[in-house]
């Protein structure tokens, strides 16, 4: 019965566009007579206003009993969460979350409003109305810690009339590679790029930002209020979680610890640090945190010198002792993996990485048809065959790009040809499988979905849809 109704609920939830949608907790014990008609202990409301073409407004509401409990956990937290929390008199930590949190920081004065970062997108709008109850000033400056998106996905929103400022990789990787598919607006990009330090002097106080890049990703920088005594460590820092390095954005291995240790020797002993992620720490808990890393680090090398593989240093469990840390998404097994892919791309010497094929198809789907980008496709691999990085990921992408545009018949051709590159590979499967379901072809979505299961039973992915795929059916 709960499976049902819980499906039937997800089902409506995931179908609303625009919708208010209200979750009331029964706090005040309504009698059932005084809202409904049904004799059943009520939890929670769920309000649901809808306004349709003729601009009437009907509203549905659905009662949600004890029945319904779970759903409306799951429901609530895809909504963003924002918390408040008070460091100095004029600046204040704002943790975000939806899945997972994220920290950014507000600097408030008499110039306006400072941020550093301002998490990911869908947590825009409720930070603005929390910054809104701290001061009827402005947002003026947008400091990006670095680039990811749960730092700098509110940039969208305060970015129209704030002065963004961020490393200069920033703006490089958001408009090359993968990225250059997200179409990022204007507003969105850094204003000032920067690649040394700078002061800011700003509500009367010089705010130092501080370029640390290399060991998170290539655009890591820390933000110092230099008098309050505050610093923003960004992702450089996740507190009593272990760390991740994104390998992919030019973060690295060595640097990580070199640049903690950086800033450990530019910051006083008594600043209060506010992580990327997790509870604000101290200089103190800095220090521990370089350590673990390198001693990690140690670990691992030496069991790769000694002959191992990173499979078998994961079987041995030789973090054993730092499980105290794995108190956030990278688990000490992925740490273990996270090192030792490090410490092979610094022997790589980090060469830069071919651009994608997906690049120069992009700029022809733009103008064109998918079939031109095809043609270009088999041309290029054919007379430029060193000159991109022909691998699955580019074509997958480039036909989730035509996915979300609604190209379905493109984004089929797309997937199609990536089948015939790949046709070992569950995921090229799964992808030419969504592109039908979204399409509306139930028939052949199953087809692919269950090629793809075929291949990797672990695509659960692929089989939650197969699964709702096929309940559609009966
Ligand atoms: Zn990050």
């Given at each position: 019965k709960m499976e049902k109704d819980r499906q039937k609920l997800e089902d409506f939830l995931n179908s609303l566009k625009g919708e208010v949608v209200s979750i009331i907790p029964n706090n005040k014990n309504l009698g059932l007579a005084q809202i409904y008609g049904i004799a059943r202990r009520i939890n929670f409301l769920l309000i649901i206003e809808k306004i349709n073409d003729l601009k009437m407004k009907s509203k549905t509401i659905f009662i949600i009993t004890a029945i319904m409990l779970i759903v409306t956990n799951t429901f609530a937290q895809k909504k963003a969460k924002v918390e408040v929390a008070k460091i100095t008199d004029n600046i204040y930590k704002l943790e975000a979350t939806t899945t997972f949190s994220v920290n950014m920081l507000a600097f408030i004065g008499d110039d306006g409003i400072l941020l550093v970062d301002d998490c990911m997108a869908e947590a825009s709008e409720t930070i603005q109305a929390e910054l809104k109850k701290l001061s009827d000033?402005?947002?003026?400056y947008i400091i990006s810690t670095h680039v990811h998106g749960d730092h700098t996905g509110g940039n969208k929103l305060f970015g129209k009339d704030a002065i963004i400022i961020a490393h200069s990789n920033v703006k490089k990787q958001l408009t090359s590679?993968?990225?250059?598919?997200?179409?990022?607006s204007e507003e969105s990009l850094p204003d000032k790029s920067i690649d040394e330090e700078m002061t800011l002097n700003f509500n009367g106080e010089d705010v130092r930002i501080i370029p640390l890049p290399g060991?998170?990703?290539?655009?890591d920088m820390i933000v110092w209020f230099t008098k309050s005594g505050v610093v923003c460590m960004g992702s450089l820092l996740l507190t009593n979680q272990l760390p991740y390095i994104d390998y992919n954005a030019g973060g690295g291995i060595k640097a990580y610890p070199e640049n903690i240790e950086k800033a450990i020797s530019i910051l006083p002993d008594d600043a209060v640090l506010v992580a990327g992620h997790g509870e604000n720490a101290t200089i103190d808990d800095l220090k521990k945190y370089s350590e673990m890393i390198t001693k990690t680090t140690g670990i691992v090398q030496q069991g790769l010198n000694n002959g191992k593989t990173v499979d078998d240093l994961v079987k041995d469990k030789v973090?054993?002792?730092?499980?105290?840390?794995?108190?956030?998404?990278?688990t000490t097994d992925f740490w273990i993996k996270l090192i030792a892919t490090g410490l092979s791309n610094e022997k790589k010497n980090n060469k830069p990485a071919k651009e994608s094929i997906a690049i120069p198809l992009y700029y022809t789907v733009k103008e064109k048809k998918a079939e031109a980008a095809i043609n270009q496709y088999r041309e290029l691999k054919k007379?430029?065959?060193?000159?991109?990085?022909?691998?699955?990921q580019g074509l997958n992408m480039l036909g989730y790009y035509l996915l979300g545009k609604n190209r379905f018949d493109e984004a089929i051709e797309i997937f199609k040809l990536n089948i015939k590159n790949?046709?070992?590979?569950w995921n090229v499967y799964d992808s030419l499988g969504e592109a039908y379901m979204k399409k509306g072809d139930k028939e052949l979505a199953i087809k692919y979905y269950k090629k793809s299961l075929e291949i990797n039973p672990d695509n659960t992915n692929g089989e939650k849809f197969l699964n709702e795929l096929q309940k559609k059916e009966k």
């Open positions: 000033k402005p947002v003026k590679g993968f990225n250059i598919l997200q179409e990022f060991g998170h990703s290539d655009s973090l054993a002792e730092y499980d105290s840390w794995a108190n956030g998404f990278v007379n430029k065959p060193d000159d991109y990085d022909f691998g699955e790949f046709p070992d590979s």
